[in-house]
C-alpha cells in the first residue's frame, strides 16, 4: 500500500474537483469509489498503488478537516 505525502494529497485534490462528484458519493458508491482510485493510481505512477479504502478515508479525513472543496450536485 502506497503512503499519503503532500504531492499525492495534492494530486487527490485536484482529481476531485476534475471528478466533480461529492465526496460522499464516492465514498458510499463502491463503483465510483473503485473508478476514482483507479483514475488517482495512473496520475500518480507510483511503485505501490492506494486501495479504495485508502483514498475513501483519505478523502473522509480530508473533507471533515475542511480541505476539501465543496461539490455540490
Known amino acids: 500500500m502506497a503512503n499519503w505525502g503532500e504531492s499525492e494529497i495534492e494530486s487527490l485534490k485536484l482529481l476531485y474537483i476534475e471528478f466533480n ?3 460522499d458519493q ?20 507510483q511503485n505501490e498503488d492506494f486501495a479504495p ?21
Open 21 to 23: 462528484i461529492p465526496s
Open 26 to 45: 464516492i465514498i458510499k458508491d463502491k463503483n465510483i469509489l473503485e473508478k476514482f482510485t483507479i483514475l488517482l493510481n495512473a496520475e500518480l505512477k
Open 53 to 73: 479504502k485508502q483514498v475513501a478515508d483519505e478523502l473522509l479525513k480530508l473533507r471533515k478537516s475542511g480541505k476539501l472543496p465543496r461539490i455540490r450536485k
